[in-house]
């Protein structure tokens, strides 16, 4: 009698436990379920809150375009949460807007600052195209149609011959002759630059590069090479024409060792 009176505490004693077992599991789950709740009502309040939405915006890198300009485009983005800044998305938009921009870079700053870098296009020369100007870029971009004259542009070469239509701006010019035109305009010393009117491309397979003086004169360069050489002999050459007061009309550098003046 004794040992079944024994035996039922035992079987009461681990029912008890089991029981007990089970309520504190629930009662764990219970409080990590409160817990994983609250972390997760904690962070979307947080996510959402003021403190990740943009309130600075700096402009870095842009010279001719003004920063009100750049924040035009973009103003939408002030009080944007950070974390919902399509970056590409305003980078496209800045570069599809602005002809002169040639990269955007926006940065995130954590937590509520935006660093826009940017790379503006540099304007190399000018083609001609039936009495229309338009300001290239150093790489052959076309920049802008210029309609207010070329005063503020006299130190920009002008291009004959670069193109035989109208170009559209963000258009890339791709001819080499065109750039390299530029390159030796700006390699020549500042005396014979004086007697340059304007450079051009010859109209034929070889696509020669010639400058035509203030005076009709006509220096043909060839291509791109040899060009400190070139113009150590135009330089040497024109000092002997005025030297020996020579009437020409023609300076062919062409072949370097070989110049032909007639």
Same mark, same amino acid.
């Given at each position: 009698?004794? #040992?079944?009176?024994?035996?039922?505490?035992?079987?009461?004693?681990?029912?008890?436990?089991?029981? !007990?077992?089970?309520?504190?599991?629930?009662?764990?789950?219970?409080?990590?379920?409160?817990?994983?709740?609250?972390?997760?009502?904690?962070?979307?309040?947080?996510?959402?809150?003021?403190?990740?939405?943009?309130?600075?915006?700096?402009?870095?890198?842009?010279?001719?375009? =003004?920063?009100?300009?750049?924040?035009?485009?973009?103003?939408?983005? $002030?009080?944007?949460?950070?974390?919902?800044?399509?970056?590409?998305?305003?980078?496209?938009?800045?570069?599809?807007?602005?002809?002169?921009?040639?990269? $955007?870079?926006?940065?995130?700053?954590?937590?509520?600052?935006?660093?826009?870098?940017?790379?503006?296009?540099?304007?190399?020369?000018?083609?001609?195209?039936?009495?229309?100007?338009?300001?290239?870029?150093?790489? #052959?971009?076309?920049?802008?149609?210029?309609?207010?004259?070329?005063?503020?542009?006299?130190?920009?070469?002008?291009?004959?011959?670069?193109?035989?239509?109208?170009?559209?701006?963000?258009?890339?010019?791709?001819?080499?002759?065109? !750039?390299?035109?530029?390159?030796?305009? =700006?390699?020549?010393?500042?005396?014979? =630059?004086?007697?340059?009117?304007?450079?051009?491309?010859?109209?034929? $397979?070889? #696509?020669?590069?010639?400058?035509?003086?203030?005076?009709?004169?006509?220096?043909?360069?060839?291509?791109?090479?040899?060009?400190?050489?070139?113009?150590?002999?135009?330089?040497?050459?024109?000092?002997? !024409?005025?030297?020996?007061?020579?009437?020409?009309?023609?300076?062919?550098?062409?072949?370097?060792?070989?110049?032909?003046?007639?």
């Amino acid at each position: 009698m004794t #040992g079944k009176i024994i035996k039922d505490k035992r079987i009461s004693s681990r029912k008890r436990k089991i029981v !007990l077992r089970k309520w504190l599991s629930a009662v764990w789950i219970f409080l990590v379920i409160i817990l994983f709740g609250a972390i997760i009502w904690g962070l979307n309040y947080f996510y959402n809150s003021d403190y990740f939405k943009i309130k600075k915006i700096d402009i870095k890198g842009n010279s001719y375009y =003004k920063s009100g300009e750049i924040t035009g485009i973009i103003k939408d983005l $002030a009080g944007t949460n950070i974390f919902e800044v399509d970056k590409k998305k305003y980078e496209d938009a800045l570069i599809n807007n602005f002809a002169r921009l040639k990269k $955007a870079e926006i940065l995130k700053v954590f937590p509520d600052n935006l660093i826009i870098n940017l790379s503006e296009r540099v304007p190399l020369l000018i083609i001609l195209y039936k009495n229309n100007y338009f300001l290239i870029d150093t790489e #052959g971009v076309v920049l802008e149609k210029i309609s207010d004259g070329l005063g503020k542009y006299e130190n920009y070469i002008v291009v004959k011959n670069a193109v035989n239509y109208t170009p559209e701006t963000g258009e890339k010019i791709a001819k080499k002759n065109v !750039l390299s035109s530029a390159e030796i305009y =700006k390699s020549l010393n500042e005396e014979i =630059k004086k007697r340059i009117k304007f450079a051009g491309i010859t109209d034929d $397979a070889s #696509g020669d590069i010639f400058f035509e003086t203030i005076d009709g004169k006509k220096i043909i360069f060839g291509n791109s090479s040899e060009i400190i050489k070139k113009n150590a002999v135009l330089e040497q050459i024109f000092k002997d !024409l005025k030297n020996e007061s020579i009437y020409y009309s023609i300076i062919d550098l062409r072949i370097s060792d070989n110049p032909v003046v007639k």
